[in-house]
T-cell receptor
Framework: EAGVVQSPRYKIIEKKQPVAFWCNPI?????LYWYRQNLGQGPELLIR????????DSQLPKDRFSAERLKGVDSTLKIQPAELGDSAVYLC???????????FGSGTRLTVV | QQQVKQSPQSLIVQKGGISIINCAYE??????FPWYQQFPGKGPALLIA?????SEKKEGRFTISFNKSAKQFSLHIMDSQPGDSATYFC?????????FGAGTRLTVKP
C-alpha cells in the first residue's frame, strides 16, 4: 500500500503568485482531508471531502483558497494569490467513511517570499 | 480552531525515563481521543487512541490515561528511547471532525 501521496514536497513562490498542491489518497478511502500546519502548531482542518462532495469547508479561506476532488479520488488544493502568511505545511489525509483512523501524507511545505 | 490544549510545549527526558504529555478539552461531544507521532518531514502517524468509556489504554510502552470528569487525558511513554524523539499531538474527534493540540516536542537524551 503506497499510503497517501502528496506533491510537491516543497514549494517556494513569491507572494501574489498562484500555487497548487496535489493529493492521492489511499485506494478505497472515501474521506479526504486537507489540513494546514503552521510552524510549531498542530494541524488545522481546511476542508473535508466525502467522495467528491466538500462536506466541511467552513475553515477554508474562500477568497483565495479553492479545492476540488474530481471523481472522488485525487484532490487539488489551490491558493491564488498566495500571501506571506500562507507559509506552512499543507497535509492531506484520508480515511474510510466513518473510520477514526486517518492516514496522513508527508505534506507539502510552502514558503511564500 | 484549537479546541484542545496540550502541555508542555517541549520536554526533555533521559533514556529510560517516563515522558508524560497532558491534554485538556472543553467540548463534551468529543468521543475519540487519539495521539499522533510526527517525525521531521513526515505527516502525523496514529500512535494510540482511547474512547471516553475507558480510563486507561496501554499498547507496549505507550499508555493513555483518561479522566472524563476532568476532561483531561495524558500520554505516558515508559522506558523512553532516543528513537521516541518526535513531536506528539493529542487530538479529539467527534464524527469526522478531528481537532489537534499544539504539539509537544519530545527529546530523549541518550
Amino acid at each position: 500500500e503506497a499510503g497517501v501521496v502528496q506533491s510537491p514536497r516543497y514549494k517556494i513562490i513569491e507572494k501574489k503568485q498562484p500555487v497548487a498542491f496535489w493529493c492521492n489518497p489511499i485506494s478505497g478511502h472515501n474521506t479526504l482531508y486537507w489540513y494546514r500546519q503552521n510552524l510549531g502548531q498542530g494541524p488545522e482542518l481546511l476542508i473535508r471531502y466525502e467522495n467528491e462532495e466538500a462536506v466541511d469547508d467552513s475553515q477554508l479561506p474562500k477568497d483565495r483558497f479553492s479545492a476540488e476532488r474530481l471523481k472522488g479520488v485525487d484532490s487539488t488544493l489551490k491558493i491564488q494569490p498566495a500571501e506571506l502568511g500562507d507559509s506552512a505545511v499543507y497535509l492531506c489525509a484520508s480515511s474510510l467513511t466513518g473510520s477514526r483512523g486517518y492516514t496522513f501524507g508527508s505534506g507539502t511545505r510552502l514558503t511564500v517570499v | 480552531q484549537q479546541q484542545v490544549k496540550q502541555s508542555p510545549q517541549s520536554l526533555i527526558v533521559q533514556k529510560g525515563g517516563i515522558s508524560i504529555i497532558n491534554c485538556a478539552y472543553e467540548n463534551t461531544a468529543f468521543d475519540y481521543f487519539p495521539w499522533y507521532q510526527q517525525f521531521p518531514g513526515k505527516g502525523p502517524a496514529l500512535l494510540i487512541a482511547i474512547r471516553p468509556d475507558v480510563s486507561e489504554k496501554k499498547e507496549g510502552r505507550f499508555t493513555i490515561s483518561f479522566n472524563k470528569s476532568a476532561k483531561q487525558f495524558s500520554l505516558h511513554i515508559m522506558d523512553s528511547q532516543p528513537g521516541d524523539s518526535a513531536t506528539y499531538f493529542c487530538a479529539a474527534t467527534w464524527g469526522n471532525d478531528m481537532r489537534f493540540g499544539a504539539g509537544t516536542r519530545l527529546t530523549v537524551k541518550p
